[in-house]
């Protein structure tokens, strides 16, 4: 295949539908269950709109991939062989997986569908990737987004299988596949309820002098001034008091986003396969925009022309983009 394939989010049927007829080459989606790490109501697709969705992309040249990115618990492995299942007949492309027992279950199973190791494994040295390609045929990496280029061009070298980054939407420093910060307020996980932040447990509270709390389970996570745009309150984004910080500060990390727009040159010269767009929780607008710009971009990288995607800064998430590790010159 060749390098800089676009990968694109899809929350929702009209999402998918956006993301193809603006450019996608691939789009990634998940049920409406807790087989994938964005299960939030009003998102996902039902076994039937998926159904319709594979024959609308494959109509159109577009590749569809199965998000099964969450850990089963134990005893209730059924609802993950049985979304693998249903996938495989509906057709779907590829299945990203992040459980070993999933990713063995789909293996056996399914073995003429493509395996895509997902972020949530956290699989970012070549030593762990090749387990993955050796023992269940996985045939692409999604890398965590700590790795710099000369990292993930090194590890390129050393493993059999495609490369998939992320170049849009969230930062996402927190370990991939490891976090449990929003089960410690709400009982439930992003790793295996497809849950960070249940929309239930979320408030927002004005306050007198007109700025704004934002609230999870009953706890202020963060605080807004009047003329600030108050973020959806998530622990590892929140700001913090305490004696040596009275202003408040992020404990964390701070809510910025990433953009790798002007790496996209150095990253398909690296080895990278695919480029992946976050926001399966996003608006058709959004997914238009932001897919639309980079399949210009990717374009004219490939024709040798210079990509202008400065407009990708307004559609940033907060007030603040990075290129995180990405841009780091030199080994750590």
């Known amino acids: 295949m060749s390098l800089a394939e676009l990968i694109c989010p899809a929350g929702t049927p009209a999402a998918l539908r956006t993301a193809v007829d603006a450019g996608a080459d691939a789009v990634y989606c998940g049920f409406q269950d807790a087989t994938n790490a964005r299960n939030f109501p009003g998102l996902n697709f039902t076994p039937e709109e998926l159904a319709e969705a594979v024959a609308y992309a494959h109509a159109r040249g ?20 049985q979304a693998a299942d249903t996938g495989a007949r509906i057709g779907v492309d590829a299945f990203i997986v992040a459980d070993m027992g999933v990713a063995d279950y789909i293996a056996r199973t399914h073995p003429a569908v493509r395996l895509h190791l997902s972020v949530q494994a956290a699989a970012s040295s070549p030593e762990a990737i090749r387990y993955y390609c050796e023992h269940f045929g996985v045939k692409r990496v999604v890398l965590p987004r700590i790795l710099t280029i000369p990292e993930i061009r090194q590890i390129r070298k050393e493993i059999p299988c495609e490369i998939e980054t992320f170049i849009f939407g969230n930062h996402g420093l927190m370990v991939e596949g490891r976090c449990s910060l929003t089960n410690y307020l709400t ?31 009953g706890f202020t996570i963060d605080r807004f001034g009047a003329g600030e745009m108050a973020g959806y309150p998530t622990i590892c984004k929140g700001r913090y008091t ?15 986003s990433l953009n790798l727009s002007r790496l996209l040159p150095e990253l398909i010269d690296a080895g990278v396969h695919a480029f992946k767009i976050e926001g399966r929780q ?11 710009a980079f399949r210009k971009a990717v374009d004219d990288i490939r024709a040798g022309r210079e990509a202008n995607i400065a407009d990708l800064v307004a559609l940033t998430e907060g007030q603040k983009q990075t290129q995180g590790a990405f841009e780091t010159k030199k080994w750590r």
């Open 187 to 217: 009982g439930q996980s992003t790793n295996m309820d497809g849950v960070c932040s249940p929309a239930s447990d979320v408030e927002y509270i004005r306050d007198a002098d007109g700025s704004m709390s934002s609230k999870l389970a």
């Open 242 to 256: 305490a004696p040596h910080r009275p202003e408040g500060y992020y404990a964390f990390e701070e809510p910025i």
């Open 62 to 81: 577009t590749k569809v991939l199965l998000a099964l990115n969450t850990y089963p618990p134990a005893g209730k492995v059924d609802l993950w062989r």
């Open 282 to 292: 996003r608006s058709k607008s959004y997914v238009r925009s932001v897919v639309s």
